[in-house]
């Protein structure tokens, strides 16, 4: 838009989206430029949510609810650019195909429908302050359905681009899974922040506003004392935090892993994930917010999975994976509890987060493989169908590749 005045920047945009506006079916040709904005869009979408949300929790912990505070509104505007973008793909059946579309608009109808609930969960019982709530559970599984669809939009289509090279590629696959990631443990930070709250309060100095603890005490039918404030800080059972993240955190590693092809995938998606956390914890607790602990044990799971594809053998990497992951995790937790703060994980219940891990890291790489969800699945099909600089996005991935046996072949940029 050279030579174009800030005014003249909506007629300009509108006058180049307008011809794409056109009813179509799901997988058809994308033009490279709409494919680059549309996924561009999604980005950006992405990371309003992540940043409302990570507001909204540190303000639940120090406020009472408004529905219109600043988080909700920063959140919301991520909802719009997710709705709109929803739209698109349904209406004009550009940049995704029929699978990735049903995911959008069936993760997206999920979300819509779980905000009037928890509207009126909390009308109903007052704060609800914890992640875990079934409302706040339908959010978080909407926005997971949301970003399935995205990720497999981005990694059926953008092969498809000339202009869009490996590296492009692998960049933004890698941040659409550590979004994944972000969404999937957001509920554990209950507990992250809910430890130090607790322990705000047994020195005498709470982090929550006076008026947000005699609420919740009025709510529990309470006196304003520590089993109050351990109820609203803590209010799920200690064994939850560690095996959660075990088995739904490092299988989401697993499967980046799996997906994108690179020796250190989890590592870095993990890294990821964990820097933004050590980046936006200063700027929450500089604007006065309560702090969190931080899940520093994911660069030690992430690092485990990437040891684990080391292994050749297709059966023995899920078992040594998981022993690897669970010792990262247990071992890390155990080591932040004694350095900084570690929220409260149950150590004696790892062999349960052993054995569930390993059943959902063979569930992993079996689904990834049967489905053609692979680095080397994805190599395959681009190379058949070459970059054309805007192809069609096939109804399906291709035959189910059994990918999974040997390690997984490195993805080249």
Not at 29 to 50: H, I, N, S
Not at 68 to 83: C, D, F
Not at 148 to 154: C, D, K, Q, Y
Not at 225 to 239: C, G, H, K, N, Y
Request: with cysteine; net charge neutral.
């Amino acid at each position: 838009m050279n030579g174009t005045s800030l005014k003249q920047v909506p007629a300009r945009m509108a006058e180049w989206a307008l011809p794409y506006w056109t009813r179509g079916e799901a997988g058809r040709q994308t033009p490279e430029d709409l494919f680059r904005v549309l996924y561009l869009g999604w980005l950006a979408a992405f990371g309003l949510k992540v940043l409302g949300s990570s507001w909204d929790v540190s303000w639940h912990f120090k406020w009472l609810r408004d529905d219109l505070a600043p988080p909700h509104l920063l959140n919301t505007a991520g909802t719009v650019i997710a709705v709109a973008l929803t739209i698109v793909h349904w209406y004009t059946g550009y940049g995704v195909d029929r699978t990735a579309s049903r995911l959008i608009v069936w993760g997206t109808g999920v979300f819509l429908i779980a905000i009037p609930l928890d509207l009126i969960n909390h009308r109903v019982n007052g704060i609800d302050i914890t992640a875990w709530s079934p409302s706040h559970a339908l959010l978080y599984i909407g926005t997971a359905l949301m970003l399935a669809g995205v990720i497999r939009g981005w990694y059926l289509g953008s092969g498809l681009h000339a202009g869009i090279s490996g590296r492009q590629r692998t960049l933004v696959l890698g941040g659409l899974i550590a979004f994944f990631l972000e969404n999937a443990h957001f509920p554990e930070l209950q507990q992250e922040y809910g430890v130090l709250e607790l322990a705000s309060w047994d020195r005498g100095q709470p982090y929550a506003e006076p008026t947000l603890l005699n609420f919740a005490a009025d709510q529990m039918g309470q006196a304003v004392d520590r089993a109050m404030v351990l109820q609203f800080s803590l209010p799920v059972p200690d064994i939850v935090y560690a095996v959660y993240a075990s088995v739904v955190g490092v299988g989401i590693l697993v499967f980046a892993r799996v997906m994108v092809g690179r020796r250190l995938t989890a590592t870095t998606v993990a890294g990821a994930y964990v820097a933004y956390r050590c980046v936006i914890w200063p700027l929450l607790v500089g604007g006065g917010f309560p702090p969190s602990t931080i899940p520093f044990f994911f660069l030690l799971a992430g690092l485990a999975v990437d040891l684990a594809f080391l292994i050749p053998v297709r059966l023995l990497r899920p078992l040594a994976g998981a022993a690897l992951a669970t010792a990262g995790v247990y071992g890390g937790l155990l080591a932040q509890d004694r350095v900084l703060e570690a929220p409260p994980f149950a150590p004696e219940a790892w062999p349960v987060a052993l054995v569930a891990m390993a059943v959902v890291w063979f569930a992993v790489e079996w689904f990834a493989g049967r489905y053609g969800l692979t680095a080397a699945a994805a190599a395959e099909r681009h190379a058949g169908e070459g970059p054309a600089g805007g192809g069609q996005i096939a109804s399906e991935p291709g035959a189910p590749l059994d990918a999974v046996s040997g390690a997984v072949p490195e993805a080249r940029a």
